[in-house]
Structures are given as C-alpha cells and as structure tokens.
C-alpha cells in the first residue's frame, strides 16, 4: 500500500513538472502579451492568416446571443438563420462556459492566450506521463524524466504550427490524454485487472472532443475502440468491450447534439478531401504556412499547394530517436526474435490503427514529394470522408506513437539499473536539447510576432467604436470580400449589433444572403431602417449612397479599412 501511494505521488509529480515544462515552452515561443484578456489588437493582426480571427468572431458574437438549444447555437450571426459556433471553430465548450460569465466579464475580453497556455500545459503533463508509465514510475529520476518527457512533447512542431493559428487545433492533449488511458488499460489487463476509469474517461473525451474541436473525435475514438478491443482479446469479455465502445460515441453524439455540431441540419460533409492532405514527406519536411524555418538542418521539401494543412515534421530530435530505436529494434529482432514476437502480440492492434490513419491522412491522392497516384473513390466514400477532409491532422496520432516508441525504446535499451536510468534521463535531454536547437529559429520568429504593432483595422477605427450606440444590427448590403467578412463580424460582435455576416465554414445560409439583398435594395430606393448600420464593400454601390443621400442630414457615410458605411444618425 506504502509502495502503490509513493507511485502515485511520482505520478503526479511527473503530470505537475511536465506541466511546467509546458508553460516554459509557451513563454518561451509567446511571452505574456497574449495573457492580457483585455487586449485583442495582435488577435486584429491575423496569425500565418486569419483564422484566429474567425474564431474571435464566434466568440465575440456569441457572448451576445440569447440562450437556446442547442447550447452553441448563435442568433447574432448570419441572422436571421443563425449559426452554430461548431463551424466558426470558436471552441463550443470554451465559449459556453465564459458566456456563463458574461455579466462580469470586461467589455473586451479574449481568452484565446490563456486557453494555448492551457493547451502547452496539458500537453506537458500528458508527455510526461506518458513518457514514465511502467517501471520508470519505480525510480525516483521518474519525475526528471517526466518533465525532460513533457518538455519534449511540447517541443512538438504540431503543437506550434496550429497554437494561434488555429486555436481549437492546439487541443491535442485530448487524445494524447486517450492515448494513455489505453495503455494503462492494456496494462491492467495484462495482470488481470479491468480498472473502471475507462468506463468514465473515454465517454469523458469523446464528449469534450466533440465539443473542442470534432477532427479529435477520430484519434479519440480510435483509443476507445482499441481499449474495446484488448477488453475482447485479452480478458475475453468483447461484450464489455462493446459496451465501453458504445459507451464512448453515445457520449459523443450527446455533446454533439448539445453543441449543435450534430443534428443542426448543416450538412457536415465538404469539399476537398484528398487535396488537403498529408504528403508522405511530411515527417520529415519542415515547409508550413507562413514559411517558417522549422530546422536549422533539414531542407524544405516538396508537396502540392493544399498540403500545408498536414504539417506533421516531426522535429530533429524526435526524427533522430525514432531512426536509432528503430535500428535498435531490428538489431534486437535478429537477436532476440522471441521478444519481437512478444512486441507485435502486444502492439498489433495500435500499429493497425496507426496505419489506418496514416493512410487516412494521406488520402486517396498518395503523394510523395513531386510523385503522386490517385486511388478512385466512389462518390459515397468521398463524402464520408470529406467530413475530415483536412486529412493530414489525423496523423497527430500516429506522431504521438512514433515519439512514444522512441522514448520507450530508448528506455529499454538503457536498462532498469539505477546507472540505466540515469543514462536514460541523460539521453532524453539530448533528444529535446536537439529538438529545441532545431527548432529555436522558429521559435525567435514567432515570438517577434507579437512585438508587431497592432494593424489600423475597421476593428478599430476611430469612426466605427460608437456604432452600437442607438443601433441594434450591423447589416451587409451586398456580399462582401472575403477578407473583410472576419473582422467585420468582430466589429458587430465588440459592438453588440447582431449581424447578417456569415462567418460559418460550413453550411449554407439563404436567409442571411436574403437579408443582403434586401438591405441593398432598400437603401437604393432611399429608404433604410434606423435600428441598423450598413455596411458594403463595393464602391460603386457607395456612390450610389452618396448621391441618393446627399441630402439626408440622418445618415453619415464614411470609409475605413475598404468598407462602405452608411450609418444613421440617432434623432434628438
């Protein structure tokens, strides 16, 4: 009993250092500035490009919008259709619960930096346990090795490259979190155990998966399923393992239908599967969007323009541990083949879903640099799967296991001595000491991101700050230039106006087109409702303004940051 509570006391620890290890990597690559809730200016910025700015929208929007079911529906967007925030990618969960708080919350207020500090911080603690399980959790370097473990894990290029450029895909420590209840499961079976915390933990994940961002639900589920399956094939009870399983996607389904990211009649499927997805060069190749230099060593590598989306380079330290375990590992197999035997008796089951979803990433367009091959689909398939059709980031799962495989090998190639496991630690802070030199010039470049000064925007022109006063929507006039439509959802959002912008990346909206076209065609006959502000990017369509108007006194026309503006003014 003394020994079993020493274990979990290490194992906290452990989570607790590779927690702080997490945040360090965070500060190192962002500062504080972003920690500021009151200050949105870098948010106004874009980030690589202005998805950050997308999800501001929904949040911003949100905050202002009447309750109703589902619990993520938005009325003060694309109205008079409204909108789920599920599709502006504003972190249902997250959004929901600082909506509970509005009535105290500053006027301006942005969580999105402390939630990518959240982020790191759990990805830290998860490396680290992951990184101790087993008999390292025996020695008392577990925790050193931990924290050297989550420090690796959130040196992960992965992690980098979406942190603020798209903020719900920096959740990856769901499914790292996943990743280890399987294991701790298989583990227990194997001694004749079957703990209950999986009936909890992955209903657990599957619902905060759904409600964070739905591409995690796949490698989330894919862990349920596994555990399902060792409940099945090792302690022989599969109708247990089906139970867990159903388990697992009814929870799922529930936050879905909560959230409105399920049953809120938009259709889920899209466009586009097999062109943005993942090159086979991608472990290796250290090309993103905003053309970072991802390593001091390696060269940019090719692939087709839709590719950036499945970033998955691995960094050099992680590159170099997978490539020497590896060759340990086949070194041992011609030695010891019963042991690889043993290993792939264990294993089979996870390499299996590993391959399923590196196949899945690649798409049904295999691509290696230049060369490429296409595997017809029929048309049902490829629109089932164009409900991931961002296909590259289901290899976020698979890296987390190339890394693991490399951490464990190394472990065991050490041995359990106490001089093993000291050789051990050391060995792993030179794999992260070399992950972080490689990447340490992204890492400058990112970090002097946010000294840029905040961008002049029609988010923060001077004319635009007092719009809200006497009005109560923000209405387009005519469809609006697609690098316009953010900020300005932004600007009703900050401005409490509901709005007929549609910022949603899925589905389709007629009545908010609808509402558009009659607002255009209101003000070209001279007339306009006095609860609303208007808003157009088309100049000629201005003009149009200035002349049917010239000598309306209500009605203040300006220009800022290429929108249109035709505001009246309130009456005495």
Request: hydrophobic fraction near 45%; glycine fraction near 10%.
């Amino acid at each position: 009993m003394e020994n079993q509570r020493n274990i979990a006391l290490r194992r906290g620890l452990c989570a607790l250092l590779g927690a702080v290890a997490g945040i360090a990597v965070f500060w190192m690559l962002y500062g504080t500035m972003t920690l500021d809730v009151t200050q949105d200016g870098w948010i106004l910025n874009g980030y690589d490009e202005t998805d950050i700015q997308q999800h501001y929208a929904g949040w911003v929007l949100f905050r202002n919008s009447h309750w109703t079911f589902p619990l993520g529906m938005c009325d003060t967007m694309a109205v008079p259709d409204g909108t789920v925030i599920s599709y502006t990618d504003s972190l249902p969960w997250v959004s929901i619960f600082f909506k509970l708080l509005r009535g105290i919350l500053p006027s301006t207020f942005q969580w999105f930096g402390w939630y990518i500090l959240f982020c790191f911080a759990m990805q830290g603690a998860a490396g680290a346990l992951l990184c101790t399980r087993g008999r390292m959790l025996a020695s008392r370097l577990a925790p050193l090795f931990g924290a050297v473990g989550g420090l690796l894990f959130a040196c992960l290029p992965t992690l980098w490259e979406r942190a603020f450029r798209h903020v719900a895909l920096a959740s990856q420590y769901l499914f790292l979190f996943a990743l280890y209840a399987y294991l701790e499961y298989r583990t227990a079976l194997r001694a004749g155990r079957a703990p209950r915390y999986a009936w909890w933990v992955f209903p657990m994940l599957g619902f905060a998966a759904v409600g964070i961002h739905p591409y995690f639900l796949p490698p989330v589920m894919i862990c349920a399923l596994l555990t399902a399956v060792d409940l099945g094939r090792i302690a022989r009870r599969p109708g247990a393992g089906a139970g867990l399983f159903g388990a697992s996607i009814a929870a799922a389904l529930a936050g879905g239908v909560l959230t409105g990211a399920l049953g809120s009649g938009v259709e889920v499927s899209r466009y586009g599967y097999g062109e943005l997805s993942m090159n086979l060069n991608a472990a290796w190749n250290p090309s993103s969007r905003g053309g970072y230099a991802w390593s001091r060593i390696l060269p940019q590598q090719t692939q087709y323009a839709g590719q950036y989306d499945g970033f998955n380079y691995l960094g050099l330290g992680v590159l170099v541990l997978a490539l020497a375990a590896l060759g340990y590992s086949l070194w041992k197999t011609l030695h010891q083949p019963g042991c690889a035997r043993r290993w792939w008796q264990r294993n089979l089951p996870l390499v299996l879903a590993s391959l399923f979803l590196t196949l899945f990433a690649a798409s049904n367009n295999l691509t290696l640099g230049n060369w490429k091959i296409s595997i017809p689909f029929p048309q049902v398939l490829t629109d089932l799967c164009g409900i991931f059709r961002s296909s590259g980031r289901m290899f976020y799962l698979v890296e987390a296991c190339i890394l693991l495989f490399g951490v464990y090998t190394l472990r065991e190639a050490a041995g359990n001595s106490g001089r093993g496991r000291v050789l051990a630690c050391l060995l792993l802070a030179s794999v992260a000491a070399l992950q972080l030199w490689d990447l340490s010039l992204v890492a400058a470049q990112k970090r002097q991101l946010f000294e840029q000064p905040v961008e002049a925007t029609v988010v923060n022109a001077e004319q635009t700050q007092h719009l809200g006063s006497g009005h109560t929507q923000l209405l387009a006039a005519s469809e609006l230039r697609a690098d316009r439509t953010r900020r300005l959802a932004i600007l009703a959002g900050k401005q409490g106006l509901a709005t007929n912008i549609s910022i949603a990346v899925s589905g389709s909206y007629p009545g908010a087109e609808e509402s558009a076209r009659q607002a255009g065609a209101l003000l070209d006959g001279g007339q306009y409702d006095p609860d609303a502000v208007y808003v157009t990017n088309d100049e000629a369509q201005y003009n149009r303004w200035q002349q049917i108007f010239a000598e309306d006194p209500g009605v203040l026309l300006f220009v800022t940051d290429s929108c249109y503006f035709l505001v009246p003014q309130p009456t005495a």
